[in-house]
C-alpha cells in the first residue's frame, strides 16, 4: 500500500514532465504571413530570381532552446537515453526546407 502511495504521484509527476518536455500548442508568430506568401525577409536576387528567406534563425534558436534542448542538446548531438542526434540523422538530413 506504501509504494502506490509514493509511486502513483511519482509516474504522475514523470508524465507531466514529460507532457512539458515535448513542447505544446504554440502559435505560430504574427510575423507569419498567412496566406503562405512572401514574407518581409525576401529580396530579390539576381538574374530574376527571387532568394527566399528559409525563416526566423532566432526565433528558432529561441523553440530549440526552450523545448528540445534538454533531450537533443545543446547542439543537437542528443543525449543519451533521451533524445536522438538531429547532427547524425538521416531523417533530418533528407528533410527539405519546406518540410
Not at 33 to 45: Q, T
Amino acid at each position: 500500500m506504501k509504494l502506490r502511495r509514493i509511486l502513483f504521484p511519482a509516474l504522475i509527476l514523470m508524465l507531466a514532465l514529460a507532457l512539458v518536455a515535448c513542447g505544446g500548442g504554440e502559435t505560430p508568430s504574427s510575423d507569419t504571413p498567412a496566406d503562405g506568401g512572401a514574407s518581409a525577409g525576401e529580396e530579390a536576387g539576381g538574374g530574376g530570381e527571387e532568394v527566399v528567406s528559409a525563416g526566423d534563425a532566432a526565433a528558432g534558436e529561441e523553440l530549440y532552446n526552450s523545448n528540445c534542448i534538454a533531450c537533443h542538446g545543446p547542439g543537437g548531438e542528443g543525449i543519451e537515453g533521451l533524445g536522438k542526434p538531429f547532427t547524425t540523422s538521416e531523417f533530418v538530413h533528407v528533410q527539405s526546407d519546406e518540410d
